[in-house]
């Protein structure tokens, strides 16, 4: 029996490390990180996700209950509501935002995060531009979306160029990637002077280039402060309907990233 719990703590004392680890990178240099180790959201920097028309946002919700720290990690949920009567809203969820608070210069951000599935759940990591843009004039980089119990994420960027030119080819704006559905995994995109690149785990998915031309401001809008988003969500045009025998469903945040590029940003 001894020998069974030194195991388990052993086990348990590795998976602490491996969460902790703080990973680094040639060339780039850590900026801001958040461990995500509560008890309560750091609201110098975040606040939740408001009820919006938008189908990412029409079923976002502050209640305490979507947002629990649990083991070093924050979990977002996604519930079916109980009282109709003081929120009409068939289901709630619960998300987190930069916006208004901090800024992200370009560079590399990555969350670490562990995806829950059920029909109808639509967890992402994306940016937005800091400041105010009419959209798609400013971009949006989606750093991960996941449908349902698909095996795969998509990572897409959304652009005047790409909605209103419908130029998703040339080049290609999106792509889907396997991931582990059962483990964490970390999401990431870099956003340089003349690319974006993401990457899941490490490796490299998408490379999506800035063209010079007369189309570049519509085509390449991306180089510029961005605001980070967190989010369960439920239900829509893209991911479909619910099935509420699948709920709750969480998307468990372990840590969220930045770094800068030294060649850059460095002395």
């Known amino acids: 029996m001894k020998k069974l719990i030194f195991l388990l703590l052993g086990a348990l004392m590795l998976t602490y490390a491996l969460r902790a680890e703080k990973i680094s990178y040639d060339g780039w240099t850590l900026t801001w990180e958040d461990e995500f180790d509560g008890p309560d959201l750091d609201t110098s920097v975040w606040r939740k996700c408001v009820r919006a028309t ?11 209950t979507l947002y629990v720290f649990r083991d070093g990690t924050l979990v977002l949920r996604g519930v079916q509501n109980t009282d109709t009567a003081s929120d009409p809203s068939p289901w709630l969820t619960g998300g987190i935002f930069t916006r208004g608070k901090k800024a992200f210069a370009p560079g590399r951000f990555e969350v670490r995060a562990r995806l829950h599935a059920a029909r109808g759940a639509w967890p992402a990591i994306w940016l937005m531009p800091f400041h105010k843009v009419t ?23 959304h652009s005047p160029y790409t909605l209103h030119d419908k130029n998703t080819t040339d ?83 372990d840590w969220a990233r930045h770094y800068l590029l030294d060649e850059l940003f460095g002395d």
């Open 54 to 64: 938008p189908d990412w946002a029409n079923t976002m919700s502050e209640d305490s």
């Open 171 to 253: 080049p290609k704006s999106t792509l889907t990637s396997p991931i582990d559905t059962a483990g964490w995994n970390i999401y990431g995109v870099d956003i340089l002077p003349d690319k974006l690149v993401f990457h899941i785990n490490g490796e490299v998915t998408l490379e999506y280039p800035r063209i010079e031309g007369d189309t570049a401001d519509r085509q390449f809008p991306f180089y510029r402060e961005q605001y980070l988003l967190i989010d369960m969500q439920l239900a829509g045009k893209w991911v479909g309907d619910v099935d509420p025998a699948d709920l709750p469903v969480e998307m468990e945040v």
């Open 135 to 157: 959209w798609p004039a400013g971009g949006e980089i989606d750093i991960m979306e996941r449908l349902n119990y698909d095996s795969k994420v998509h990572q897409s960027v």
